[in-house]
């Protein structure tokens, strides 16, 4: 006789919340980047309310600000600036994400992320090549005093650990799904879906580390 598996029991407010990315920059001359998109992603063997909530609503349009996400599933909310004046470049408003069981009414897990409208992309990559440049040489001031030229270290790019977390989150995304009736792949090398949408999070907050390098 079939047995239902029993679902654990959910602690209010200590379920994880899967969220991508967990920064938004809209930036004022690039009329592209004043419509982004949040990924939610649901890894549970369950199904999930969610509600986005923010600091300043007045400022935004968030399509589909409720609804649910399926188990092992994801959705795409839609966030778009629609307040994009000279007096809110470098205010920092806060969305948060916050999910709870669709049968059940108290929040399960929350997740906050920032947004912030700049106003241009280019003053803005100067600005951190301005501060990459000035924090390079305070670190050759402090280390050439007591060390040879030669053996100043230049650091620059993505860690190893960066990129070998990178190449190993992609293999696992070749990898034959669990289940696949056709698969020559032997089982311990299969994953589920679950650990595939955990995967595809992390590979994500490795990219959005390597292209700030």
């Known amino acids: 006789m079939h047995q239902q598996k029993r679902q654990p029991e959910l602690v209010e407010g200590n379920l994880p919340v899967f969220v991508f990315p967990t920064e938004l920059i809209f930036y004022a001359d690039d009329q592209s980047t004043h419509k982004q998109v949040l990924t939610l992603y ?3 063997e369950f ?3 969610f509600k986005v909530l923010c600091t300043t609503p007045n400022k935004y349009v968030v399509v589909d600000a409720a609804g649910a996400v399926k188990p092992q599933c994801c959705v795409d909310i839609v966030i778009r ?3 994009v004046r000279s007096c809110h470049y470098g205010v920092v408003d806060k969305f948060r994400l916050q999910v709870s069981e669709q ?3 108290k929040a399960l ?3 906050e992320v920032v947004a912030t409208l700049l106003p241009s992309a280019k003053e803005q990559q100067k600005e951190e090549e301005e501060k990459r440049i000035k924090e390079h040489l305070s670190e050759s001031l402090f280390f050439e005093q007591p060390f040879q030229p030669e053996n100043r270290a230049v650091s620059s790019g993505p860690s190893l650990l960066t990129v070998f977390l990178g190449v190993v989150c992609i293999a696992a995304l070749m990898l034959p799904t669990l289940g696949d009736v056709e698969s ?3 089982l311990y090398l299969q994953l589920s879906v679950n650990q595939k949408l955990v995967a595809a999070y992390i590979l994500g907050l490795i990219t959005m ?3 700030r390098t």
Request: glycine letters at 4%.
């Open 109 to 111: 897990g929350r997740k």
């Open 184 to 186: 020559l792949v032997p």
């Open 81 to 83: 600036h629609r307040d």
């Open 42 to 44: 649901n890894p549970y």
């Open 103 to 105: 049968s059940q009414r």
């Open 209 to 211: 580390a390597i292209l």
């Open 47 to 49: 199904a999930l309310k």
